[in-house]
Nanobody, 115 residues
Framework: QVHLVESRGGLVEAGGSLRLSCAAS????????MGWYRQPPGKQRELVAL???????NYADSVKGRFTISRNNAKTTVILQMNSLKPEDTAVYYC?????????WGQGTQVTVSS
């Protein structure tokens, strides 16, 4: 079973920055994709950004140019650097990974952007 440990989110003013990280308990060899989804208040969970084994990235249109997804050298931790945050980025952010052990989700961390 894959365990994902997310860093704590937080409260930030609009225009500010926040960095989220998520460590997976499996070897990099077994990981196909890592990334982040979010669920804004009263809305469905949506894709934020993904990074694949070969380093390819995919972003939601709403975060392109503001958010950057990356991995650590061991490729077992995914990092989401969020800049120029907007109130509409307020959501619970969930780490996601797809590996040989299957799909797994983090427990979620709250990010609140004040206007």
């Amino acid at each position: 079973q894959v365990h994902l440990v997310e860093s704590r989110g937080g409260l930030v003013e609009a225009g500010g920055s926040l960095r989220l990280s998520c460590a997976a308990s499996v070897s990099a060899f077994s990981i196909n994709t890592m990334g982040w989804y979010r669920q804004p208040p009263g809305k469905q969970r949506e894709l934020v950004a993904l990074i694949t084994r070969d380093g390819s990235t995919n972003y939601a249109d709403s975060v392109k140019g503001r958010f950057t997804i990356s991995r650590n050298n061991a490729k077992t931790t995914v990092i989401l650097q969020m800049n120029s945050l907007k109130p509409e980025d307020t959501a619970v952010y969930y780490c996601y990974t797809d590996s040989l052990q299957g799909a797994a989700w983090g427990q979620g961390t709250q990010v609140t952007v004040s206007s």
